[in-house]
């Protein structure tokens, strides 16, 4: 288990807060966890933490989320994520159709209580066949998990900006869009079936529409997680230029 002085040592490497390195390590601690019992084959690792734990490394993360592709019941994950290193446990699980959110409270290295989210999305099937790779981090060996395929990880985030006014999304897309080892028209592709699926539908002014919504949380949502924030007015022009948005 880490300890405060190798966290100090890694926040200073990172030039981020203290209090964001260590919710990074239970956040890995916890996905460690999970691809190490009997979820390892139930759950698909996806979302922005995926992106940036298995191929960008550019940011933190502040949350985990999943698709379930087999049922897991509270009791078998409540085994697994409620753990005495990390004094952690499930303050609150809120179950839908759709979906389960649990927000999980731990009291770690630096002994003060906080919480982490896990965001289980039951909605839909992979389009892709699904691939399991390994993820790195400071903390631990190399952890293997389950997840997307890039593209796959890409249209998820396309429709992200599609449907909300998330300053992550934005810079997530705009971080890929400097990869230059993905298939741009093939998510664009997968991301309109996600959007069918969701009974909505592609368009693309809904992603450059409002966006004085996610500059005005630009700064405030992206400083604890990056040391580096791109220009806001960058970002957007690139997203437009590949897009083909030339309004």
Same mark, same amino acid.
């Given at each position: 288990?880490?300890?405060?002085?190798?966290?100090? +040592?890694?926040?200073? #490497?990172?030039?981020? &807060?203290?209090?964001?390195?260590?919710?990074?390590?239970? @956040?890995?601690?916890?996905? #460690?966890?999970?691809?190490?019992?009997s979820l390892k084959d139930k759950l698909i690792f =996806?979302?922005?933490?995926?992106?940036?734990?298995?191929?960008?490394?550019? +940011?933190? /993360?502040?949350?985990?989320?999943?698709?379930?592709?087999? &049922?897991?019941?509270?009791?078998?994950?409540? #085994?697994?994520?409620?753990?005495?290193?990390?004094? /952690?446990?499930?303050?609150?699980?809120? %179950?839908?159709?759709? /979906?389960?959110?649990?927000? @999980?409270?731990?009291?770690?290295?630096?002994?003060?209580?906080?919480?982490?989210?896990?965001?289980?999305?039951?909605?839909?099937?992979?389009? !892709?066949? @699904?691939?399991?790779? #390994?993820?790195?981090? &400071?903390?631990?060996?190399?952890?293997?998990?389950?997840?997307?395929?890039?593209?796959?990880?890409?249209?998820?985030?396309?429709?992200?900006?599609?449907?909300?006014? %998330? &300053?992550?999304?934005?810079?997530?897309?705009?971080?890929?869009?400097?990869?230059?080892?993905?298939?741009?028209? =093939?998510?664009? =592709?997968?991301?309109?079936?996600?959007?069918? !699926?969701?009974?909505? /539908?592609?368009?693309?002014?809904?992603?450059?529409?409002?966006?004085?919504?996610?500059?005005?949380?630009?700064?405030?949502?992206?400083?604890?997680? @990056?040391?580096d924030i791109p220009d806001f007015d960058k970002v957007?022009?690139? !997203?437009?230029?590949?897009?083909g948005y030339l309004k």
């Amino acid at each position: 288990m880490i300890d405060k002085d190798e966290l100090v +040592r890694i926040a200073r #490497k990172e030039e981020l &807060p203290l209090g964001t390195i260590e919710k990074d390590f239970v @956040l890995t601690y916890i996905l #460690k966890k999970i691809y190490e019992s009997s979820l390892k084959d139930k759950l698909i690792f =996806k979302g922005g933490t995926a992106l940036h734990r298995l191929y960008l490394h550019k +940011r933190m /993360s502040i949350d985990l989320d999943f698709t379930e592709i087999s &049922p897991v019941k509270s009791n078998e994950i409540k #085994k697994i994520i409620e753990d005495k290193n990390i004094n /952690s446990k499930i303050r609150e699980i809120v %179950r839908t159709d759709k /979906s389960t959110k649990i927000v @999980l409270s731990y009291i770690s290295v630096l002994e003060y209580k906080n919480n982490i989210v896990l965001d289980i999305s039951k909605r839909e099937k992979p389009i !892709l066949k @699904l691939i399991k790779k #390994k993820a790195k981090s &400071p903390y631990f060996k190399e952890i293997e998990i389950l997840t997307f395929q890039l593209e796959e990880l890409i249209a998820e985030k396309i429709r992200a900006i599609e449907q909300r006014k %998330r &300053p992550r999304d934005y810079l997530d897309i705009y971080y890929i869009l400097n990869k230059k080892s993905f298939d741009f028209e =093939k998510s664009l =592709k997968i991301a309109k079936q996600k959007l069918k !699926l969701d009974k909505d /539908s592609f368009d693309i002014e809904r992603i450059f529409c409002d966006l004085d919504v996610v500059r005005n949380l630009w700064e405030r949502d992206l400083t604890t997680i @990056l040391p580096d924030i791109p220009d806001f007015d960058k970002v957007i022009r690139k !997203l437009k230029k590949k897009f083909g948005y030339l309004k």
